[in-house]
């Protein structure tokens, strides 16, 4: 069973950066579609970023400010989140699919983690 640990998460500034990462164990997740949802109070969950064997996805929201990454040596997907801001406040959870064709839909990912709390300050 693979278990997902993200980390990384925390408060900065407006305009700041922060780096999430997603540590996999219990199985390889290098073949997988990975995926950063995130879910803030009161909303429901967008799929923010995803990486798969069919290409990339970046939500509309986070577009050329979020990069995605993977390190399958490691084991390890990273979000790289740049010029954040205030409405990016949320519960960032990393997912992955049995699968390796990446899709959008949270539902799709089979495994997650418990999620790490990313707050923006204006």
């Known amino acids: 069973q693979v278990q997902l640990v993200e980390s990384g998460g925390g408060l900065v500034q407006a305009g700041g950066s922060l780096r999430l990462s997603c540590a996999a164990s219990?199985?390889?997740?290098?073949?997988?579609?990975v995926g950063w949802i995130r879910q803030a109070p009161g909303k429901e969950r967008e799929f923010v970023a995803g990486?798969?064997?069919?290409?990339?996805y970046y939500s509309e929201s986070v577009k050329k400010r979020f990069s995605i990454t993977r390190d399958s040596d490691k084991n390890m997907v990273y979000l790289q989140m740049n010029e954040l801001k205030p409405e990016d406040t949320a519960v960032y959870f990393c997912?992955?699919?049995?699968?390796?064709?990446?899709?959008?839909?949270?539902?799709?990912?089979?495994?997650w983690g418990r999620g790490t709390q990313v707050t923006v300050s204006s």
């Open positions: 997912a992955a699919r049995a699968s390796a064709v990446l899709t959008s839909v949270p539902s799709t990912y089979k495994y």
């Open positions: 990486r798969g064997e069919n290409g990339v």
């Open positions: 219990g199985g390889a997740i290098g073949n997988s579609a």
